[in-house]
């Protein structure tokens, strides 16, 4: 994916949900979250090409937040990066603790972004590495995407209180996961300083992957787990609602990811 230049099933549906909301839900899994180190302020060591982002999940980390901060420099004028902070275990945050079993989030407070990247290991071991390179920069880009929102003011004018499949929270997940979008379209156009793109062009299968890992977390499948759909609950979204968002911003770029400007109906 990154360019030379450069359980049981109900297990997969808890780790899943956790990987893309950003919400809490080990207790479906059992036991507790890692014994609290100090995080890794984003430093990774013995990363410098491709192959070692290829290879390694540290190392995949490391060289998508160069390009999703490059993407966002390029694209949005002011754009000042996020910290991207590697924890060991659990660490607390302004926003809660961050750990495996929380799942990667974005906390406002201090811009930063968490990711324990042993969750990676966790994933793959659950899913199959096939297809999980795209799929974990696709929710490291969604974070991102989160630092945008923050950056531009949506927290502040649109605040996410309340639930439903139209709710505010819904339309900020929505709108993130096009931002992903935007970035996964635009990042094989991206090169270093050799000329060399940083990222492959992502294969149908790839993408493919990528959205149905975005479908097994979309609130009604999640719902659907144990027998019943309420959509008056939803805060991240239907499965065809994070499909659809995240290819509005493939195909459209990130100008084209205004969730709060359409009707209920039409998100």
Not at 93 to 121: E, H, K, L, M
Not at 134 to 146: C, I, R, T
Not at 238 to 251: H, V
Request: glycine share 14%; charged share 20%.
């Amino acid at each position: 994916m990154i360019a030379g230049g450069a359980g049981g099933a109900g297990a997969v549906v808890v780790l899943l949900l956790m990987l893309f909301t950003g919400q809490n839900f080990s207790g479906f899994l059992g036991g507790g979250a890692g014994g609290g180190t100090s995080p890794d302020q984003g430093v990774v060591e013995n990363c410098e090409s491709g192959a070692d982002a290829n290879a390694n999940d540290d190392c995949r980390l490391d060289a998508g937040e160069e390009v999703i901060n490059a993407y966002w420099q390029g694209a949005l004028d002011g754009y000042q990066k996020p910290e991207l902070v590697l924890v060991e275990g659990q660490a607390q945050t302004p926003c809660g603790t961050a750990s495996n079993q929380a799942g990667p989030f974005y906390c406002p407070t201090d811009r930063t972004v968490y990711i324990d990247p042993t969750f990676w290991s966790i994933l793959r071991e659950q899913l199959g590495a096939e297809g999980g390179d795209l799929a974990q920069l696709y929710v490291l880009a969604h974070e991102y995407g989160h630092h945008v929102q923050n950056l531009l003011g949506v927290f502040e004018e649109y605040p996410r209180d309340g639930t439903g499949e139209d709710s505010n929270a819904v339309r900020t997940e929505l709108q993130a996961d096009c931002f992903a979008g935007a970035w996964t379209a635009a990042a094989p156009e991206q090169k270093d300083s050799g000329g060399r793109p940083f990222l492959l062009e992502p294969t149908q299968a790839q993408i493919d992957d990528a959205l149905g890992a975005a479908a097994a977390v979309g609130d009604d499948h999640i719902q659907e787990q144990s027998g019943r759909v309420n959509p008056e609950s939803w805060t991240h979204g239907s499965s065809e609602q994070r499909q659809r968002w995240f290819m509005t911003g493939y195909r459209g770029g990130w100008g084209s990811c205004d969730t709060f400007a359409v009707s209920g109906e039409d998100l």
